[in-house]
């Protein structure tokens, strides 16, 4: 099963998609945690890319293609995948559809005016890249693997704010996109975390 997750900054894809990929056992790939992990790691295209996620811009379509082109080679990938956060342009979902094919496009709607407290209350591990926020999770440590949770250098609210206009003029027209291609399942992600998850798992199945 090939899945993608669509939303706005803040819908809980990464949320959700944590929970999805364990449940149908295929691999998360978010590319927001994976150019993350370049940035950590100090690397040339963490350098490169920390310069446009820090102004809440897209990294240009070329290296992102690549990117997930060689990730979704990878071992882990056989059994299928859960794209969070690819594609975002619709150069980036040409690009895809000449790879591989989608089974479903899950969009996540919450509505605008909640993202931003979602985004500025979001705290995240380094370690396993879960997010939790203030208001229901008061420990600074990982429920699962202990870290110290830190706040995303994007998530500050001029960088949102970017973010979200960003999201409507490039990413949003790929829900025209899939709905044409018969591949839309629209979920509403403003509701409990287990209450959208099993929104998903019913629209799935
Ligand atoms: P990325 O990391 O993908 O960020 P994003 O799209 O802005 O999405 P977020 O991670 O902010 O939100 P989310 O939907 O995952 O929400 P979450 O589950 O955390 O990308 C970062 C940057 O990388 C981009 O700006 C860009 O520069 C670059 N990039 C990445 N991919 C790219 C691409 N394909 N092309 C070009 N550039 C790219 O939840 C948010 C908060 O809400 C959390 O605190 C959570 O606990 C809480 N929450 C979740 N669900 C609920 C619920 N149901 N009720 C209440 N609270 C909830
Ligand atoms: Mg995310």
Same mark, same amino acid.
Do not use: W
């Given at each position: ?11 809980? !894809? ?13 691999a ?5 945690g ?17 310069? =446009? ?16 082109? /060689? ?6 990938? !056989? ?5 969070d ?5 619709t ?24 993202? %931003? ?7 995240? $591990? ?8 203030? +208001?229901?999770?008061?420990?600074? +440590? $990982? ?34 996109? =899939? ?21 998903? %798992?019913?629209?799935? /199945?």
């Amino acid at each position: 099963m090939n899945l993608i997750f669509l939303g706005p900054p803040g819908a809980g !894809k990464g949320t959700q998609a944590e929970r999805i990929a364990e449940r149908y056992q295929i691999a998360h790939i978010s590319t927001g945690g994976m150019l993350r992990a370049e940035i950590r790691n100090a690397t040339p295209l963490g350098a490169e890319a920390k310069a =446009y996620i820090d102004k809440g811009a897209l990294v240009p379509d070329s290296v992102i293609i690549g990117m997930v082109e /060689s990730r979704i080679q990878k071992e882990d990938c !056989k059994n299928g995948f859960l794209l969070d956060g690819f594609p975002r342009t619709t150069a980036q979902a040409d690009a895809l559809a000449e790879i591989t094919d989608v089974d479903a496009v899950v969009d996540i709607e919450v509505p605008f005016e909640r993202l %931003v407290a979602r985004i500025s209350g979001r705290r995240m $591990c380094p370690g396993c890249g879960a997010a939790y926020h203030v +208001t229901t999770h008061s420990a600074a +440590t $990982c429920d699962k693997c202990g870290e110290t949770l830190y706040q995303r250098d994007d998530d500050r609210e001029e960088t949102v704010q970017n973010r979200l206009v960003v999201y409507e003029e490039k990413t949003a027209p790929l829900i025209a996109y =899939y709905r044409e291609r018969g591949k839309l399942l629209t979920v509403n992600g403003d509701a409990e975390i287990d209450t959208v998850t099993d929104s998903i %798992v019913k629209g799935l /199945s």
